[in-house]
């Protein structure tokens, strides 16, 4: 199983990222899609998941700003992340579970002010 996360970058505060992460060697469509971050110095937080069946749920200070979709079709998660704030700053990884979870490489997203 390999996750590939990418889309990230360096923005300013206000602006917008749109994150990817395709996966290879899993069944995508019965699989629990989720995004998580780590700040320098913090501990990995989880961000949003995508349940299989349809079910969004998002941490709260992302709440309104960040949006997870799914393509079953390419087997791949986004998170699409507006109003950006310099607290949105970490490595984001992706993550798929089935009956184990897996996870990806992370990608740099650093927010300027």
């Known amino acids: 199983v390999q996750l590939q996360a990418s889309g990230g970058g360096l923005v300013q505060a206000g602006g917008s990222l749109r994150l990817s992460c395709a996966a290879t060697?899993?069944?995508?469509?019965?699989?629990?899609m989720k995004w998580y971050r780590q700040a320098p110095g913090k501990q990995r937080e989880w961000v949003a998941t995508y349940f299989r069946s349809g079910l969004t749920t998002y941490e709260d200070s992302v709440k309104g700003r960040f949006s997870i979709s799914r393509d079953n079709a390419k087997n791949t998660v986004y998170l699409q992340m507006n109003s950006l704030k310099p607290d949105d700053t970490g490595v984001y990884y992706c993550?798929?579970?089935?009956?184990?979870?897996?996870w990806g490489q992370g990608t740099q997203v650093t927010v300027s002010s």
């Open positions: 993550a798929a579970t089935t009956v184990r979870t897996y």
């Open positions: 060697g899993i069944i995508f469509s019965v699989s629990t």
